[in-house]
């Protein structure tokens, strides 16, 4: 039967792994560890003034006194004096986590050491207990923290099971008087806010006890800034001069070239242009990405991180599945975990939730679907919060072994400017992924720009690309994902900028990993700045991603009293969609195998050969078709033309990228290339012990 496991009360101290353990009894598939006895050089390292790098240093600067110490860069940019409106009542109360200092150094030997083909250690995983036994915190560093907190008046005080966080509950008076600052509330913006929320961060670093500040890396639930979703739908563009007024209607294509916009003002030598995509369906993806009944990701798990849960996800899917004509899912392989209050205050990711689940499921249809949901109340979870215990929660595993084999989240933060703190935590927990076995995949966002956690070196950043599926070729064209809308004004395109984007280029943090030198050219992969050295470069691969050329998602209508009364298709984007399809096609490549991990050191092998489909640029010598299509009024509120491949400077955000043979800072390696990607990454990852 459908599982569904809702209001767990918090992921702490075991209790998602007492209450996971009937739904890792439907999915659970063996998975072999074997103790290591040796490490492997560290062959990831961040640049000089990074995150990593500054793991310690954040903690030993700005003393207060002897017995107080400051945790340097612990206050969001946004919190700026000039935007403070008011301070957060006192009375208040919020869930902060305080994060607990790992064995970062050692634990990232040895995730390298898992992780690279030809080393001894390639594929001997950890438990989730060895890893905590090995590199976690001590359940002294806990103990010291959560008495820390009980004689500060916090309540609720208890240690997740992977002594990931100690989580605690106070007033916003008692959380300033512990924590030095003030919380206050600051202006929002369209590119940060709270959603329906006032939006609030602490005025100040955060200030500790000098004898804890050695294990704490930081602490998560005091701002409340919302997440960067990376789903793209179409909207109104903004004009700088008077439409034309055409009545200009046309029919969205089913497929690349199926309908064409006659007599438009003349671009790219002509005046016929083909229409926007309707959203493909899922069998024409699989087509695309080469597909194959044999290969479907049998006793994989996809892990899906969201915030919240939709309601009535299963029988969307259900209803998806039959619009598409493909096989029903079955009920023994999707499961649900809530953390903390669930969706008790609402579901920020319902939209994103029903693209990861049906995009994940179209190419990996017999893999096990485990939706995790992050707590969304306004008590610190809203924010990163959420989304960081739904990752643990994975990693924390049940019966002790992670909760999937793979994780997809389709979820950013913000740029590499978020507190030092935020990065050491996401640092800290993808490298016990790798070391766990969990692949960590993450859409590379939505806009010009490199975003974590995409960015971090244990993540496997999944780009975008534009994709022209034709009638019978199943890939006509595809190009790295980057659109200028421009408007008909007075019968003249005039452009009105970047209209959706993959994210990507070269970080402002991390050093060059080794599993890039040799394929990423030394031109993208240079620092900004002024910094010496080579740099890591985003993303690592991805697929389809443009809205304009994206995917027909199923979405369950609800009424007034929540009840479901109808199902509608739409067309939808953004590196939410490329995420999944990555996951799902990497999924199908480990059926009836060991866990993959972390990816990165075996894609990178991959680069160049036929495994992976390159995208190419849209040259002058590109088919005029091929540059873009038509959206009418309709659809885009004014006569627009969406050209592809279209990196500026005058794009936001711009990185310098570039689409170009081989690896490219738009789509990393390129996509993947059918079953040639599935057998050449099982093979490479076959040599496993």
């Given at each position: 039967?459908?599982?569904?496991?809702?209001?767990?009360?918090?992921?702490?101290?075991?209790?998602?792994?007492?209450?996971?353990?009937?739904?890792?009894?439907?999915?659970?598939?063996?998975?072999?560890?074997?103790?290591?006895?040796?490490?492997?050089?560290?062959?990831?390292?961040?640049?000089?003034?990074?995150?990593?790098?500054?793991?310690?240093?954040?903690?030993?600067?700005?003393?207060?006194?002897?017995?107080?110490?400051?945790?340097?860069?612990?206050?969001?940019?946004?919190?700026?004096?000039?935007?403070?409106?008011?301070?957060?009542?006192?009375?208040?109360?919020?869930?902060?986590?305080?994060?607990?200092?790992?064995?970062?150094?050692?634990?990232?030997?040895?995730?390298?050491?898992?992780?690279?083909?030809?080393?001894?250690?390639?594929?001997?995983?950890?438990?989730?207990?060895?890893?905590?036994?090995?590199?976690?915190?001590?359940?002294?560093?806990?103990?010291?923290?959560?008495?820390?907190?009980?004689?500060?008046?916090?309540?609720?005080?208890?240690?997740?099971?992977?002594?990931?966080?100690?989580?605690?509950?106070?007033?916003?008076?008692?959380?300033?008087?512990?924590?030095?600052?003030?919380?206050?509330?600051?202006?929002?913006?369209?590119?940060?806010?709270?959603?329906?929320?006032?939006?609030?961060?602490?005025?100040?670093?955060?200030?500790?006890?000098?004898?804890?500040?050695?294990?704490?890396?930081?602490?998560?639930?005091?701002?409340?800034?919302?997440?960067?979703?990376?789903?793209?739908?179409?909207?109104?563009?903004?004009?700088?001069?008077?439409?034309?007024?055409?009545?200009?209607?046309?029919?969205?294509?089913?497929?690349?070239?199926?309908?064409?916009?006659?007599?438009?003002?003349?671009?790219?030598?002509?005046?016929?242009?083909?229409?926007?995509?309707?959203?493909?369906?899922?069998?024409?993806?699989?087509?695309?990405?080469?597909?194959?009944?044999?290969?479907?990701?049998?006793?994989?798990?996809?892990?899906?991180?969201?915030?919240?849960?939709?309601?009535?996800?299963?029988?969307?899917?259900?209803?998806?599945?039959?619009?598409?004509?493909?096989?029903?899912?079955?009920?023994?392989?999707?499961?649900?975990?809530?953390?903390?209050?669930?969706?008790?205050?609402?579901?920020?990711?319902?939209?994103?939730?029903?693209?990861?689940?049906?995009?994940?499921?179209?190419?990996?249809?017999?893999?096990?679907?485990?939706?995790?949901?992050?707590?969304?109340?306004?008590?610190?979870?809203?924010?990163?919060?959420?989304?960081?215990?739904?990752?643990?929660?994975?990693?924390?595993?049940?019966?002790?072994?992670?909760?999937a084999e793979i994780a997809s989240n389709s979820w950013e933060i913000g740029d590499e400017?978020?507190?030092?703190?935020?990065?050491?935590?996401?640092?800290?927990?993808?490298?016990?992924?790798?070391?766990?076995?969990?692949?960590?995949?993450?859409?590379?966002?939505?806009?010009?720009?490199?975003?974590?956690?995409?960015?971090?070196?244990?993540?496997?950043?999944?780009?975008?690309?534009?994709?022209?599926?034709?009638?019978?070729?199943?890939?006509?064209?595809?190009?790295?994902?980057?659109?200028?809308?421009?408007?008909?004004?007075?019968?003249?395109?005039?452009?009105?900028?970047?209209?959706?984007?993959?994210?990507?280029?070269?970080?402002?943090?991390?050093a060059q990993p080794s599993y890039q030198k040799g394929v990423v050219p030394d031109s993208?992969?240079?620092?900004?700045?002024?910094?010496?050295?080579?740099?890591?470069?985003?993303?690592?691969?991805?697929?389809?991603?443009?809205?304009?050329?994206?995917?027909?998602?199923?979405?369950?209508?609800?009424?007034?009293?929540?009840?479901?009364?109808?199902?509608?298709?739409?067309?939808?984007?953004?590196?939410?969609?490329?995420?999944?399809?990555?996951?799902?096609?990497?999924?199908?490549?480990?059926?009836?195998?060991?866990?993959?991990?972390?990816?990165?050191?075996?894609?990178?092998?991959?680069?160049?050969?036929?495994?992976?489909?390159?995208?190419?640029?849209?040259?002058?010598?590109?088919?005029?078709?091929?540059?873009?299509?038509?959206?009418?009024?309709?659809?885009?509120?004014?006569?627009?033309?969406?050209?592809?491949?279209?990196?500026?400077?005058?794009?936001?955000?711009?990185?310098?990228?570039?689409?170009?043979?081989?690896?490219?800072?738009?789509?990393?390696?390129?996509?993947?290339?059918?079953?040639?990607?599935?057998?050449?990454?099982?093979?490479?990852?076959?040599?496993?012990?």
């Open positions: 039967m459908f599982l569904r496991i809702l209001a767990v009360a918090s992921p702490l101290a075991g209790q998602v792994h007492d209450n996971f353990r009937l739904v890792r009894e439907t999915m659970k598939r063996p998975m072999t560890v074997v103790a290591a006895t040796a490490l492997a050089a560290t062959t990831i390292a961040a640049v000089t003034g990074g995150a990593a790098a500054q793991a310690d240093a954040n903690l030993s600067g700005g003393a207060q006194s002897a017995a107080v110490r400051t945790l340097s860069d612990t206050v969001v940019p946004f919190a700026t004096a000039s935007s403070a409106i008011g301070a957060v009542p006192g009375s208040q109360k919020l869930t902060i986590q305080v994060w607990l200092t790992q064995k970062t150094a050692a634990a990232q030997s040895y995730a390298n050491a898992v992780s690279t083909p030809g080393n001894p250690l390639f594929g001997h995983y950890l438990t989730p207990s060895a890893y905590m036994a090995r590199f976690g915190a001590s359940t002294e560093q806990a103990a010291a923290v959560e008495s820390w907190l009980r004689s500060s008046g916090f309540t609720g005080i208890a240690t997740d099971s992977g002594r990931d966080y100690v989580q605690a509950t106070a007033t916003v008076t008692k959380i300033n008087a512990a924590f030095r600052l003030q919380m206050e509330y600051y202006r929002p913006t369209a590119d940060v806010n709270a959603g329906k929320y006032l939006l609030r961060a602490n005025d100040q670093a955060v200030s500790l006890p000098a004898s804890l500040a050695a294990s704490v890396v930081g602490v998560t639930g005091l701002d409340n800034a919302a997440l960067k979703q990376t789903y793209v739908r179409t909207a109104v563009p903004a004009t700088t001069g008077a439409a034309s007024g055409k009545p200009i209607s046309f029919a969205c294509s089913q497929y690349y070239g199926q309908h064409y916009a006659q007599r438009l003002p003349k671009v790219f030598g002509t005046i016929n242009v083909p229409t926007v995509l309707c959203g493909y369906t899922a069998s024409q993806l699989r087509r695309a990405y080469g597909y194959n009944r044999h290969n479907i990701g049998k006793g994989v798990t996809i892990a899906l991180v969201e915030v919240g849960l939709a309601p009535d996800m299963f029988l969307t899917l259900q209803d998806y599945a039959a619009s598409m004509r493909i096989q029903s899912p079955s009920a023994s392989r999707y499961a649900e975990l809530s953390l903390g209050q669930g969706s008790a205050c609402g579901d920020p990711f319902d939209i994103e939730e029903q693209l990861d689940v049906e995009a994940s499921y179209d190419m990996a249809p017999l893999a096990n679907q485990l939706v995790v949901g992050g707590d969304s109340c306004n008590n610190g979870f809203f924010g990163a919060q959420a989304v960081y215990d739904a990752d643990t929660a994975i990693l924390n595993g049940a019966d002790n072994h992670p909760l400017t978020i507190p030092i703190n935020m990065l050491n935590i996401e640092h800290n927990y993808l490298i016990r992924a790798a070391i766990e076995g969990v692949s960590m995949l993450f859409s590379s966002a939505d806009g010009s720009g490199v975003f974590t956690p995409s960015s971090d070196p244990y993540a496997t950043a999944v780009g975008g690309t534009t994709l022209g599926i034709g009638n019978k070729v199943a890939r006509l064209f595809e190009t790295g994902w980057s659109d200028n809308i421009s408007a008909d004004i007075n019968n003249k395109w005039v452009t009105q900028g970047e209209f959706g984007a993959a994210g990507g280029g070269p970080s402002l943090l991390w993208l992969a240079v620092p900004p700045g002024n910094r010496g050295g080579l740099v890591r470069a985003v993303p690592d691969i991805s697929a389809d991603a443009d809205n304009f050329t994206g995917f027909a998602i199923g979405l369950l209508n609800f009424n007034s009293k929540g009840e479901p009364t109808g199902f509608s298709l739409s067309p939808i984007g953004g590196t939410s969609l490329s995420s999944p399809l990555v996951a799902g096609m990497v999924a199908d490549a480990e059926q009836y195998q060991h866990a993959f991990g972390f990816l990165n050191p075996v894609l990178y092998k991959l680069a160049g050969t036929s495994a992976v489909h390159d995208t190419l640029p849209v040259t002058s010598s590109t088919p005029s078709r091929y540059h873009g299509v038509a959206c009418d009024v309709a659809q885009c509120g004014l006569l627009s033309l969406i050209t592809f491949d279209d990196q500026s400077f005058s794009m936001l955000g711009y990185t310098g990228q570039v689409t170009r043979v081989g690896y490219d800072t738009m789509t990393g390696i390129g996509t993947p290339n059918g079953q040639n990607f599935i057998y050449d990454l099982r093979a490479l990852e076959g040599a496993k012990s």
